[in-house]
């Protein structure tokens, strides 16, 4: 069966570091695209921000995490993360790990096979 927990989520002032971590189960971490995204409210899409082994087995990056967020993998412990810098107040939102079997689909919602239940994350002015 398969299993994303997410975990690292909080409330931090603007400008502060946080790193979020998915620890994936029930699949071979390498044959998967591992995503986050973020949804800043209840019923809006849920919008990717960063992802391992996708993009020809590249990391992507949203142009909103570009140069501020950097994801990474560790295949032996089977966690991905997502270390956050110079956080921001629309940076709030819940986040959540998601895994897309080869990792060469879209990066986006509908695309993705499994999800996390998600963490929030608050960022205060």
């Known amino acids: 069966e398969v299993h994303l927990v997410e975990s690292g989520g909080g409330l931090v002032q603007a400008g502060d570091s946080l790193r979020l971590s998915c620890v994936v189960s029930?699949?071979?971490?390498?044959?998967?695209?591992i995503g986050w995204f973020r949804q800043v409210s209840a019923g809006k899409e849920r919008e990717p921000v960063a992802?391992?082994?996708?993009?020809?087995?590249?990391?992507w990056y949203a142009d909103s995490a570009k140069g501020r967020f950097i994801v990474s993998g560790d295949s032996a412990k089977n966690t991905v993360y997502l270390l956050m810098h110079s956080l921001k107040p629309e940076d709030t939102a819940v986040y959540y790990c998601?895994?897309?079997?080869?990792?060469?689909?879209?990066?986006?919602?509908?695309?993705?096979?499994?999800w996390g239940q998600g963490t929030q994350v608050t960022v205060s002015s």
């Open positions: 029930g699949f071979t971490f390498n044959e998967y695209g």
């Open positions: 998601a895994a897309q079997e080869g990792g060469d689909g879209d990066i986006t919602e509908d695309e993705q096979d499994y």
């Open positions: 992802c391992i082994n996708c993009d020809d087995g590249r990391a």
